[in-house]
């Protein structure tokens, strides 16, 4: 099967052509005839699998050669980033066909897209601020067609829900609803239950990392965590590194010392700006930075082909999270690794991802490395206030060889 099969309209058809998609992906080779009929369709379907387009093409399919003055197709994502990547694939896939998309989003300036709004065919949206736009009255959908879900349960995970229920409200009853999510919780069974008619259901394997990754678990103590994901990155072959870490605070820190240590990286977190984080995503997409140190909020939103690595400096707090997580490397018919630090509290989440792969993960350690290596001690601090170790950034230079070989 190739692209032609889909007698997409000779402009969508260019667009393929000119972004080089070759072969359908078995989520696009599913999911578009359905999608084509005007079905509704609950795709399930893990993260890199192709599904961007498997719904992008047949809405400019679609709306081909017709306007109304307000938008037509309406697709929901749960980050900023995700929303970014799916205005700028369907710019790249609709170049020829002459419809306007937008993305919608929190952290920038609202005038701009109010503006972008009133020529848009497609909008791209994070809830919060389109029912910001719904409130001011500057988005019409009374004559939209087809609403997407994307991502559906990380919406459900970071509280999104209501905010979707909301926006429904707000819409056509009659229209083509498709909903794509990498697992399938009982709350977005329930969504789905409540607004698709009669769904054609396109599953793509099952709840699991692309089989073009390989995993590895290192055990280390925390304090040394640093120190061996250094060790690492100097005797690993990288091209692109992608490192995830449970907090803000920890991923700017992180940040830092992989910039002292020498290495061209940048940091993905919640506290930066818009301008700061798409500053961030360009560079390491471009290859500017090397490593980019994020966040969960990042997990879906990275749309780079050719990440070697995907590193767990903190294991993620869920199996779910896990794949979605290293889903940024392998992905199309790319090969990538995934490389989790852990530590003894870590046994519990380790054995859920075990069950979630479908076999034990490999357990590695480093030849030369010092797991014995005690924990930093404040020289000046009385024995009994002693701190469990210093920050970087007291470390001095002449040691920092020897600390973080």
Known sequence: MNFESFNFHPAVAAGVLEAGYGVPTPIQAQAIPPVQKGCDVMGIAQTGTGKTAAFVLPILNRLMGNKCGCPRA???????????????????LGRKTRLKSV??????????????????????????????????????????EVLVIDEADQLFDMGFLPDIRRILTHLPRVRQTLLFSAT???????????????????????????????????????????????????????????????????AKSLGKKLSVAGYRSATLQGNLSQGKRQAALDGFRDGTFQILVATDIAARGIDVTRISHVINYDIPSTPEAYIHRIGRTGRATHTGEALTLITGDDRKMVHAINRIIGSKIEQRTLSAFDYKAPAFI?????????????????????????LYP
């Open 184 to 250: 399938m919780p009982t709350e977005i069974r329930h969504l789905a239950k409540d607004i698709l008619g009669k769904p054609v259901t396109v599953q793509i394997g099952t709840t699991a990392p692309a089989d073009t990754v390989s995993h590895a678990l290192y055990p280390v103590a925390q304090h040394l965590k640093t120190a061996l994901l250094l060790n690492l990155l100097g005797t690993t072959p990288i091209r692109s590194v992608l490192v995830f870490t449970r907090t803000k605070h920890r």
């Open 74 to 92: 309406l697709i929901l994502a749960p980050t900023r980033e995700l929303a970014e990547q799916i205005h700028q694939d369907i710019e790249i």
């Open 378 to 402: 404040h020289k000046n601090t009385p024995q009994g206030q002693r701190k469990p170790y210093r920050k970087f950034s007291e470390v001095k230079k002449s040691e920092r060889k020897r």
């Open 103 to 144: 993305a919608v989003y929190g952290g920038v300036g609202i005038n701009p897209q109010i503006k972008k709004l009133k020529r848009a065919d497609i909008v791209v949206a994070c809830p919060g601020r389109l029912l910001d736009h719904i409130g001011r009255r500057t988005a019409d959908f009374s004559k939209l």
